[in-house]
């Protein structure tokens, strides 16, 4: 029976980067995000005796090459997952702007984990759905929950313990992030390299994940506590420092624009003028503003004023999995 699920992208406050093994997307440190409303994908997943391989519609046009192999290679995880034996139709529709740095891998692979494990007959757990969806894209495991969520790293070699838990539900801390684009040209290192090559090369990796850990505490206390400015200033602070990894690679490589620069500067004086406001970037030269509900507005239109600002995305936080049939 064909099943639909859907699933919301997320925004990294703590940041997965590096992995310790890439076959099974296991990660070199712990990570924190919160889920968004707005941006989301919609997948539909039906086995078909019929088929002779995986056949698989994104936006509604038929994709082959490489994004139908790793959908067959997901899909095969999920058939020795759950013993089913026939080759799946997937429909895939993204409510992401496939601007540089909105990713839609874990909405995607949430969504598709979530649907495929539906249509295969079987229940899941969030906990399982977290660790299927993480062997799709490491962000994806994240996506299963709503509000604000910890991806802990575990330690065990099968990656069995994995996955994401919840820190606090979609209404428990309201809050807004802008995602504020300056570009909607293709990034040129793509995440999955970027953060392999960091790991292999760079001598400042090693500091990353010495102080990683610190970070995730504190902004976990300082979440609990709803303390905003430290929130702030703990997310702020580890989006640089993974950002500096990437300047000691070997090639070196920079996700930033000038014009991610300049948002970075308008947050800071925004700061200076009183309005809290903290930005995080991830694989891409765009930034996301984390803002207070009452200072959104104008945080929006002070950041409007910018010339190389295209266009401002308001978020909320959203969902975890939710389920259309
Ligand atoms: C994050 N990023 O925590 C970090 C911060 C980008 C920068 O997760 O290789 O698409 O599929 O596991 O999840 C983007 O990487 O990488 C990402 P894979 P993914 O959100």
């Known amino acids: 029976m064909k099943k639909t699920a859907r699933a919301h992208t997320n925004i990294a406050l703590i940041k997965y980067w590096g992995k310790r093994d890439e076959q099974l997307f296991l990660p070199t440190n712990s990570s924190l995000s919160i889920t968004l409303d707005r941006f989301y994908t919609e997948t539909s997943v039906e086995f078909d005796a019929n088929l002779t391989a995986d056949r698989f519609r994104l936006d509604h046009a038929v994709i082959e090459g490489k994004e139908r192999e790793k959908v067959q290679h997901f899909l095969d995880k999920v058939r020795r997952a759950t013993g089913e034996t026939r080759f799946a139709h997937v429909e ?15 909405s995607g692979y949430s969504a598709l984990a979530a649907a495929a494990i539906k249509a295969a007959g079987q229940t899941f757990t969030e906990k399982e759905l977290s660790i299927l969806a993480r ?27 994995s996955h994401a838990i919840p820190i606090l539900n979609q209404d428990e801390f309201d809050l807004a992030v802008l995602s504020v684009e300056v570009t909607t040209e293709k990034k040129k ?10 790991v292999e090369t760079s001598p400042f990796y090693e500091g990353w994940l010495k102080t990683v850990d610190r970070d995730l505490a504190a902004i976990k206390t300082a979440i609990h506590a709803r303390d905003f400015r430290s929130m702030g200033e703990i997310l702020e602070y580890n989006a640089l420092k993974m ?51 009452e200072n959104e507005q104008a945080v929006i239109e002070r950041l409007n004023q910018i010339d190389v600002v295209s266009e401002i995305y308001p978020c909320r936080v959203g969902p975890g999995i939710t389920y259309l049939d």
């Open 243 to 293: 950002h500096a990894t990437t300047l000691g690679a070997d090639p070196p490589f920079m996700y930033w624009q000038s014009a991610t620069l300049k948002v970075m500067e308008a947050v800071s004086q925004l700061r200076e003028e009183g309005l809290l406001a903290y930005f995080t970037i991830d694989a891409g030269p765009n930034v996301k503003v984390i803002v207070e509900i």
């Open 92 to 106: 895939s529709v993204n409510h992401v702007p496939t601007a540089a740095g909105f990713a839609s891998s874990a």
């Open 135 to 161: 062997q799709g894209s490491g962000s994806a495991s994240r996506s299963v929950y709503g509000g604000f969520v910890e991806w802990q790293k575990g330690q065990l070699p099968d990656g069995s313990d």
């Open 189 to 198: 290192v793509l995440s999955r390299e970027g953060m392999k090559r960091t």
